[in-house]
């Protein structure tokens, strides 16, 4: 592990998906509404943090990789907001596509101190112009020539479209580039030819149509989702109970989580998928990357909010469990 900042610092890695702006209103509630019954909360504190694939790649450049950023985003405060920020950390935003007629995706988090007292979400989630998703598809042609490895982030918010997965995964297979996807949705097909996906435990039982109830149901979820996608590895994210790896004719692995505290959990699976593209375009095998992102994820959770985990957080909770083979 002791030669990771120097293996990591090589690789680029090219984040593709759903960016959001992701807003903090942290004050306190001492009276309740005399219009409604509901808390009013005296604001003291804002934030803005990147949010979706924006967040993947802010997570990729806090790891110690370099990293390029394509998506969509609006015309719009929301927007400025989102490249500023981008911008502010050394993320080139000359390649996101500016849509002036969708509104950049936002979730606005209302907090009591720590808790959440409601979410307010700006989105369009129907299908990119062509026009855009033209652009889009260009701009990922022109910027696999310069990466190691791929990352499409897809919350589902119009960016990893069919047409774009179908265009971008022939792309990186001509350059030989490694596409491992954060998937959406319950028809994964459109990922065919990718090298891995990670959905979550739910994620999975939905795609898969199976009730993940035991290891049972998610052996043979994982096998299905295995079979929808012929050659690709499936690595089912679990929460409290780690990551499980399907990989074609083998038998699956699981990784335990480490032992933490859970304050949030927002942004951990943008944080695993960014540690494990970045190992594994820097030379460590599947396992050893699954690993690591299982540390990073772990990290993350240990936080409060859309936060990057740094390269020195993860080399300092690097005694990572072994790999139990199910």
Known sequence: MQDLPNRFRSVQVLVAGDLMLDEYL???????????????????DRKYVAGGAANVAANVLSLGAQVHLIGVCGQDRAGDVLRELLAGIGIDTSTLVLCPDRPTTSKIRVMAGQQQIVRVDTEDRSALPAAYRAELQDNFAALSDTCDICIFSDYGKGAVSTEFCRSALAQAQARDRRVLVDPKGLDYTKYTGCSLIKPNLTEAGHAANIAIDSEAGLFEAGMKLLRQLPGSSVMVTRGPDGMTLFEPGEAPIT???????????????????????IALAAGLSMREAMRLANVAAGIAVGKHGT???????LLQHCEIPEPVRA
């Not at 942290?26 to 003291?44: C, L």
């Not at 990784?255 to 593209?277: C, E, H, K, R, S």
């Open 255 to 277: 990784v335990p989580t480490i032992a933490q505290q859970v304050f949030d959990v927002v942004g951990a699976g943008d944080t695993a998928m960014a540690a494990l593209a």
């Open 307 to 313: 936060v990057a985990v740094s390269l020195d957080e």
């Open 26 to 44: 942290t004050g306190t509630v001492r009276r309740i509404s005399p219009e409604a019954p509901v808390p009013v909360v005296d604001v003291s």
